[in-house]
């Protein structure tokens, strides 16, 4: 919910002479509110921790390292050339690493 944190502030006094009809009248407004959700779209998003998930496939094309690319001797990723930061004793440095 969003709050206007340029609106004035109720006081106490404020607050008591809030009529009792108001306050119902309030509360059955906010409780009229629904949203439309879809309980079958929420659970296809949702992975439970510990879920076997043995039995799924991967459809993910692996290319091998291009020529403009290398792999950095400390987070073990491939990089493009241009995030070549050093090279130390034979071994590649990504910028994020050195």
Known sequence: MATDYDSPRKTDEDMS???LQ?????R???GTSTIDVDPDEVA???ELPGAD???EELAV???PRQ????TCSRCFLVH???QLAEERKGQLVCKECA
């Open 17 to 19: 002479e809030d009529s």
């Open 22 to 26: 108001e306050l119902q009248a309030r």
């Open 28 to 30: 059955v407004d906010k």
């Open 44 to 46: 296809e998003g949702m």
């Open 53 to 55: 998930l043995s039995g």
């Open 61 to 63: 094309r692996v290319l």
């Open 67 to 70: 020529a403009d690319e290398f």
């Open 80 to 82: 493009h050339r241009s």
